[in-house]
C-alpha cells in the first residue's frame, strides 16, 4: 500500500486553510522521496530492480519499506551444544570447527563438518556452495553457529548453517536482533538473501531520514501510548531491544486494523443516516404462521433476534443484519417469520443462496412451510427454463410474486421487482461485500438485509467481512437436542464399524453414509461412491436390510424416489454424496458415517453433523479416514471430536487455514494485511474499533483539524480498497 500516495491526495482533496502549509512542503519532499523507484536506490539498479518486482512486487522505495521482516533473531544469546533441541528453533552456538570432510557421488558431493564445544559436538552439512565453502573454511578456528538443528540418523545436525568467525562476534552483538525477511531462490542468487534485503533496507536509512506523517489522531496516540510514526518504521526493521520491537509492531497493526475499522463503521454510520422502508405492523400473514402452522415454541434466543430485527424494519432506517447461529439452531424460521412481517407490510422478499441446490432446497422447504397461506413462492435459478422466466418476470414486476428464492440470477439487472422490502442472504461463506452491494441498489429506498451465515464465523472475521453489519446471535438449540457423539476410526476397522451400525439400526434407527464428491475430481469420487455402496449392499444384505442411494448423476425422479424410501422409514440406510449436507431433515437419522472425513473441510464436517441429532435418540457421528494423515487433517478431526459448537470450530479453522482461504478466493483479496494478523490479533483489533467508533462518534466526516490527517490517509486507503469501499 502506498502511504505517500495517501499524503499527495490528502492536499488535494481538500481545501485546507493554512496551518498546515509548513508542512505540506516538507511532506512532498519526503514523499518524493519514497516514491523514487527501486532502481535509484544504493546497491540495486536496473537488474536487481526488475528482478525485485518480479519476485516481491516491490518497486518503489516506500515498497521496500513495507517489506517487513518475518521473525527475527536474538543473536545474543549463545547454547551449549549439549542443550540444541531437534526440529525446534533456530539456536547459536559457538565452539571449535573440526572434521571438515567432503563426502557422496562426484556430481552430488556433500560437505560434513561439525563443531565442537566443552559440552559435546553438533554436525554440519551443506549440500550446495561447497567449492567456495571448502576455501573459506578454517578447521580448528573457533566459529559462531547459527540454524535450526535437526535429527538424522539418530545425530543432531544443522544443514546450511550461518556462520561467522568468532572474530566478528563484536559485530554481531552490536545489533543483537537480526531481523529475518523473507525471500526467493532467484533473489537469494543474486546475493539477496536475507541479509542482502536487510543491506538494502539500512541503505534506504541511511540515504534519507525517513519521515512518516503521522495519521492517527494524536488523542488514540496518547491514550495507548502508540510510538510515533517513523519511529516504528524505523524499529520494525532495525530494532534496538524486544521492547521497542513489540512497541513498533503494535503500532503498525494498530494502525492497519484502525483504517479498516474506521472505513467499515463510516459506511456502517452512513448508511444508518439512510431513510428504511418502514415495516410498521405485523399482519395477518405473521399471526396465521405464528398461530397456526409453527409446529413448535420458538427459543428465547429465536425470539430475542426476531425482536431486534422488527425493531431494525420499524425504525425507519435500512436494517443491515448479519444472523449467526450455530447448525441446527433455526435460523430459517426466523428468516420466514421476518419475511412475512415484510409481506403484511405490502413487501416482497428475495431470498439469495449461493448454489442452486440450495437454492432449490430453500424453495422446497419455504413451499411446504406456507402451503396453506395466501403467499406465492417462486425460485429462480440460471437453470429456470426461458418459458418459465418469461412467466415469472412481469409476476414479479407487478408485484405478484411475494417470495422469490434464487442465486445470483436475481441480481441480473433483468429482475425487476415491484416492492423489495427485505433481501435475505444465505451466505455460505460465498457472496463478497461487492454482490451484498449489489442487491441494495435493487430499488429506491434500500430493502432491509439480512444475512445468514450456514456456520458460525470467527469474531474477528465478522468484524471485518461483515463490520458494517449488526449481528444478532442465535445461542441456543431448540430443546431436547442430545450432543451427537463424535468418532474418529480409521478404515482398517470398518468390519467393526459395520457391526455397530447394524446395532443401531436393531434399535430402531437410520443411517447415513456420506462420500465425498469434490468437482475436480468426481469421476473418481463416484467410483469411490459405487464401490462403497457395493460393500455396504453385501454387509447390509437383502431382506433384512434396505439400502437407499442418493447423488447427483442420478435422475431427479429416481433421487426422489430413493429419498422417500428412506425418509418414510424404509430403507434403514442412505449411501448419499453431500448432496445431503444442506436441507435434509430426517430425525429418525441418528447415526452418519462419513468417508474419507479427512477431505472434508470442517464446516462442512460440521454442517453434515448436524443431519443427525435432530430427533430424541443418542446420535452418532463416525469420521472414517486413512491411517495416514496430515497434521493438519488430524487436528481437523481432534477439534470435531472433541466439540459440537460451530463457534469453536471456526476458530480451529481460522488458526488452521487463515482468513483468507476460509472465506474463499473472492473475499481473500480485503483480508490481506501487511502486517496485521486476524488469528493473533483478536484484542488489537478490538482496539482499534473501539478507537475507531469513539471519534466518528465525535466526528462523523472526519471535518475536524485533530484529524486532518486522519482523514487524508483513509481517503487513499479506500482508494486501494475499491472491494471496501463499494460497501457504501
Ligand atoms: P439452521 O439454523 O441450521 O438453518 P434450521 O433452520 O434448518 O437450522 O432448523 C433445524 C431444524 O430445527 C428444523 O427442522 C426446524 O424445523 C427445527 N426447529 C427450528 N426451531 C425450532 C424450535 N424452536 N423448536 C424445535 N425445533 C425447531
Ligand atoms: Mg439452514
Not at 521473525?71 to 552456538?93: C, G, L, T, W
Not at 539477496?192 to 506523517?213: A, P, Q, V
Not at 443484519?321 to 424460521?333: A, H, N, P, Y
Amino acid at each position: 500500500m502506498s502511504w505517500t500516495k495517501c499524503n499527495k491526495l490528502a492536499i488535494l482533496s481538500r481545501n485546507r486553510n493554512t496551518k498546515v502549509q509548513g508542512s505540506l512542503k516538507y511532506q512532498e519532499l519526503t514523499k518524493s522521496f519514497l516514491d523514487t523507484p527501486i532502481e535509484y536506490l544504493k546497491g540495486v539498479g536496473p537488474a536487481r530492480a526488475k528482478l525485485l518486482f518480479d519476485e516481491l512486487h516491490v518497486r518503489t522505495f516506500n515498497d521496500l519499506l513495507h517489506h517487513f521482516p518475518f521473525r527475527y533473531v536474538d543473536r545474543s544469546k549463545f547454547h551449549k551444544i549439549n542443550e540444541a533441541i531437534p526440529d525446534q528453533a533456530h539456536m547459536q552456538f559457538k565452539g571449535k570447527l573440526r572434521g571438515i570432510r567432503k563426502s557422496g557421488p562426484p556430481r552430488r558431493p556433500v560437505l560434513q563438518a561439525y563443531i565442537e564445544d566443552d559440552s559435546g559436538e553438533l554436525g554440519l552439512v551443506w549440500f550446495k556452495g561447497i567449492k567456495w565453502l571448502e576455501k573459506s573454511l578454517k578447521e580448528g578456528q573457533e566459529y559462531i553457529v547459527f540454524g535450526k538443528p535437526t535429527k538424522y540418523k539418530n545425530t543432531l545436525n544443522i544443514a546450511h548453517p550461518e556462520l561467522d568467525l568468532m572474530e566478528s562476534h563484536q559485530k554481531i552483538q552490536e545489533k543483537p536482533i537480526q531481523p529475518v525477511y523473507s525471500t526467493t531462490e532467484k533473489l537469494t542468487s543474486k546475493g539477496l538473501n536475507s541479509r542482502g534485503l536487510e543491506r538494502l533496507i539500512r541503505n534506504l536509512f541511511e540515504t534519507n531520514e525517513i519521515k512518516m506523517i503521522e495519521n492517527l489522531p494524536a488523542s488514540v496516540i496518547s491514550s495507548y501510548q502508540l510510538a510515533e510514526r517513523s519511529e516504528a518504521y524505523k524499529s520494525i526493521h532495525f530494532p534496538y531491544d524486544q521492547i521497542t520491537l513489540e512497541k513498533a509492531r503494535f503500532r503498525l497493526k494498530f494502525e492497519e486494523l484502525f483504517f479498516v475499522q474506521l472505513m467499515i463503521l463510516q459506511a456502517k454510520g452512513k448508511r444508518q443516516r439512510l431513510a428504511g422502508q418502514i415495516f410498521g405492523h405485523v399482519g395477518s400473514l405473521f399471526h396465521q404462521f405464528y398461530d397456526e402452522i409453527l409446529p413448535f415454541e420458538l427459543t428465547e434466543a429465536q425470539k430475542k433476534v426476531i425482536r431486534e430485527m422488527r425493531r431494525d424494519m420499524k425504525s425507519g432506517h435500512q436494517m443491515n443484519r448479519l444472523l449467526q447461529g450455530d447448525v441446527g439452531s433455526g435460523k430459517t424460521i426466523v428468516a420466514l417469520l421476518c419475511g412475512l412481517i415484510a409481506m403484511d407490510n405490502g413487501y416482497q422478499v428475495a431470498l439469495m443462496a449461493p448454489t442452486e441446490i440450495l437454492a432449490q432446497q430453500h424453495h422446497e422447504e419455504l413451499e411446504r412451510l406456507t402451503s396453506n397461506m395466501d403467499v406465492r413462492v417462486e425460485l429462480l435459478t440460471g437453470s429456470t427454463p426461458a418459458s418459465k422466466r418469461k412467466e415469472l418476470l412481469p409476476d414479479l414486476a407487478s408485484g405478484k410474486v411475494n417470495l422469490i428464492i434464487g442465486t445470483h440470477a436475481l441480481i441480473e439487472n433483468k429482475v425487476k421487482l415491484k416492492q423489495l422490502g427485505l433481501v435475505i442472504i444465505d451466505e455460505q461463506h460465498r457472496f463478497g461485500v461487492v454482490q451484498r452491494s449489489k442487491l441494495w441498489r435493487k430499488s429506491k429506498v434500500p430493502p432491509h438485509i439480512l444475512v445468514m451465515s450456514a456456520t458460525p464465523i470467527p469474531r474477528t472475521l465478522a468484524m471485518t467481512l461483515y463490520g458494517d453489519l449488526d449481528v444478532s446471535v442465535i445461542d441456543e438449540l431448540p430443546p431436547g437436542r442430545k450432543p451427537v457423539k463424535t468418532i474418529h476410526r480409521y478404515d482398517n476397522t470398518r468390519l467393526k464399524i459395520f457391526g455397530f451400525v447394524k446395532q443401531q439400526i436393531q434399535e430402531g434407527k437410520q443411517v447415513f453414509f456420506v462420500f465425498p464428491l469434490i468437482e475436480e475430481s468426481s469421476k473418481l469420487d463416484y467410483k469411490d461412491l459405487m464401490d462403497g455402496y457395493e460393500s455396504i449392499s453385501r454387509a447390509f444384505p437383502l431382506p433384512e436390510y434396505k439400502v437407499a442411494i442418493v447423488h447427483g448423476r442420478m435422475k431427479s425422479e429416481n433421487k426422489e424416489s430413493e429419498m422417500k424410501r428412506f425418509a418414510s422409514g424404509q430403507a434403514q440406510i442412505l449411501v448419499a454424496t453431500t448432496v445431503i449436507e444442506v436441507g435434509v431433515n430426517i430425525p429418525n437419522a441418528s447415526v452418519m458415517v462419513i468417508e474419507s472425513a479427512e477431505r472434508f473441510g470442517l464446516s462442512q464436517l460440521h454442517q453434515l453433523r448436524g443431519r443427525v441429532g435432530r430427533g430424541n435418540k443418542q446420535a452418532y457421528c463416525i469420521l472414517m479416514t486413512s491411517v495416514k494423515l496430515s497434521a493438519e487433517a488430524r487436528t481437523r478431526m481432534e477439534a470435531m471430536v472433541r466439540t459440537n459448537s460451530g463457534f469453536e470450530l471456526s476458530e480451529v479453522d481460522l488458526n488452521l487455514r487463515g482468513p483468507g482461504n476460509l472465506m474463499g478466493t473472492q473475499q481473500s483479496g480485503v483480508l490481506n494485511f501487511t502486517i496485521a494478523d486476524l488469528v493473533k490479533d483478536a484484542k488489537i483489533m478490538n482496539l482499534a474499533r473501539e478507537e475507531a467508533w469513539k471519534i466518528l462518534q465525535i466526528d462523523p466526516e472526519l471535518n475536524q483539524k485533530a484529524h486532518l490527517y486522519t482523514f487524508a490517509y483513509l481517503n487513499s486507503y479506500k482508494k486501494q480498497h475499491p472491494d471496501w469501499s463499494s460497501i457504501s
